[in-house]
């Protein structure tokens, strides 16, 4: 029998949270609350205009029909096509991409002068390396062979020839869920120990520098226990990313509704410093992304709701993006305290991911990602309400203006054909027999966070979606992939795991997407399908203005 699914570890967690003897680190002055109105921007962005060689979608731009299911699905692209695959056992939620400095193409050479060029000294110009997650031991099937746990190491330089190297079996490596992360400034890879939702207190901390192919753990070692010489506060990973400067690593305490931050100026033996709780009651913790210099952090308010308190005026948003001056765990303040500055939440969404914070031309914003829609995950009840509320019933990315970060502003939806509620009646009978992730979003990045033009998500049963966001007001669709369904379930993926397989089905597509724009291509991961190599059509991307230097694309 599996453990705690996603679902469930996550239930439990919101409805039975019981927050006690747990310092709350936040500083918290009086935040400004605002919600996100249901008609101020549309649910629906453009669709791709499709080559005369692609296999487009049949039905609404989104959706995998109930009948092409039951066939076996087929796949549709647009503007994308597969140049190779590595399958292996699949995989799970998360991916990360390493570009040695010397991979140097259009938008990818040095940023800073200060970086280090150990990679280069020892001969390996050129190379790029991608990494993901798989499902843990304890949620893979028992035939699953053991030499494959664990965060496989994938040589993609050659984008037509796939190699994997070798396999990362370390605590948080063997599922690290949504916290796989490579910060590029100091060359690391690191990690928090997800294990399929019932994880602990460590962080695993890797040196890429030497060779990408063949990380070098400097660490594997829990935080708040006391024996790091940090803080004495008990966390579990499940999310978790780097400040841009590599020095702290933050995580996401889902269960526990909190987040933290880990000292890693010595990567061989990091320590907490801080750890806090979520401010909105009744909301939990998830992912998050820090600003360049490291003093402010965009961090994820998971919030449920319920399919009953959607138009319900008295029951408060609590899903949504919190920003927060971190200044004082950047400078390394005694006792740190973030300090909350602004948040949106919004009651079209639920299960709040992460968050992006980019500049499109100039002018700030963030990109906030939604894991589920209005009134809750996917099922029978949450459909009925969403769509009876004229909501979406599946989540999406939103972007938002923050020019005043302590009044955040909506300025677009970045949904599909099957998001519009209008369309209920025609997607509704594709999903009998399923719950949880469906149709919609999970995990998205961008071409370059300082000047970005491109936004790529993994839409689960919707495949992999790029956006032009070069105007944020109007994003549009210029490319989709989503891959064929399998036939025999893959052992390192959680979407059998979570009993929302089936044989030829459409594949869940969950983790950050990585573009390159010196070669027109892009990578990601699919739980059945695994490692994905995709190209560009010509003169659909790059645009002109589009840059994809190493390090300014990730959360």
């Known amino acids: 029998m599996h453990p705690l699914t996603r679902t469930s570890v996550i239930r439990v967690a919101f409805f039975g949270t019981v927050l006690t003897g747990v310092a709350m680190l936040s500083g918290l002055g009086s935040p400004n609350q605002a919600f996100a109105g249901e008609a101020s921007a549309p649910w629906v962005v453009p669709k791709a205009k499709c080559g005369p060689h692609d296999h487009p979608e049949t039905g609404l731009q989104g959706q995998v029909a109930a009948p092409l299911r039951a066939a076996g699905f087929k796949g549709f692209n647009c503007n994308l096509e597969l140049i190779s695959q590595d399958q292996i056992d699949g995989a799970n939620w998360q991916s990360a991409e390493w570009r040695d400095r010397g991979h140097l193409g259009r938008g990818d050479g040095d940023r800073d002068g200060d970086d280090d060029d150990r990679g280069l000294a020892r001969g390996h110009r050129g190379r790029v390396c991608a990494y993901h997650g798989s499902a843990s031991p304890k949620a893979s099937p028992p035939t699953r062979n053991p030499a494959h746990y664990g965060v496989p190491v994938v040589d993609v330089t050659d984008p037509d020839h796939l190699v994997t190297t070798g396999f990362l079996q370390t605590t948080s490596m063997l599922d690290p869920w949504e916290s796989l992360k490579v910060n590029e400034r100091r060359q690391l890879l690191g990690a928090d120990n997800g294990q399929n939702g019932g994880g602990g207190p460590e962080i695993d901390i890797y040196d890429l520098s030497q060779d990408c192919r063949f990380p070098q753990l400097l660490a594997s070692a829990p935080v708040g226990t006391g024996t790091d010489g940090g803080l004495v506060h008990k966390v579990t990973g499940h999310e978790g990313t780097w400040a841009p400067d590599g020095l702290t690593y933050y995580g996401g305490d889902l269960g526990a509704g909190q987040y933290y931050a880990v000292d890693t100026t010595d990567p061989r033996r990091p320590k907490l410093i801080a750890a806090w709780h979520v401010p909105v009651a009744g909301a939990l913790s998830h992912g998050m992304s820090i600003s360049e210099d490291g003093t402010r952090g965009y961090f994820s308010s998971l919030g449920f709701g319920a399919p009953a308190s959607i138009t319900d005026p008295t029951v408060p948003a609590t899903n949504g993006m919190l920003i ?26 639920s299960v709040n991911q992460h968050a992006i914070p980019v500049k499109i031309d100039g002018k700030p914003y963030v990109i906030s990602v939604d894991e589920g829609g209005t009134g809750g995950g996917t099922s029978t009840a949450q459909l009925a309400a969403a769509c009876a509320a004229g909501m979406s019933p599946f989540p999406m990315p939103r972007i938002i203006d923050i020019s005043d970060e302590t009044n955040p502003k909506l300025v677009s939806r970045v949904g599909l054909e099957t998001h519009d509620p209008k369309n209920c009646a025609q997607v509704v009978p594709d999903l009998v027999g399923l719950s949880i992730f469906t149709y919609g979003s999970h995990y998205c990045s961008v071409d370059d966070k300082r000047n970005a033009t491109t936004l790529a998500c993994g ?33 390192g993926s959680n979407h059998s795991g979570f ?6 089905g459409p594949d869940w597509c969950s983790a950050q997407v990585h573009l390159n724009a010196s070669n027109g291509t892009l990578w990601s991961t699919c739980q059945d399908n695994g490692l994905l190599m995709l190209k560009f059509a010509k003169h659909v991307w790059p645009f002109e203005d589009t840059k994809t230097p190493a390090g300014s694309s990730e959360d």
């Open 324 to 349: 927060y001056d971190l200044s004082q765990i950047q400078n390394r303040v005694p006792n740190p305290q973030p300090i909350l500055v602004g948040q949106l939440l919004w009651k079209d969404g």
């Open 459 to 491: 839409f689960f049963n919707s495949g992999i979606r790029v956006f032009d966001i070069r105007n944020p007001k109007h994003p549009r669709e210029i490319a989709y992939f989503n891959p064929p369904g399998v036939t025999v379930a893959s052992p």
């Open 499 to 504: 009993g929302q397989w089936r044989a030829g």
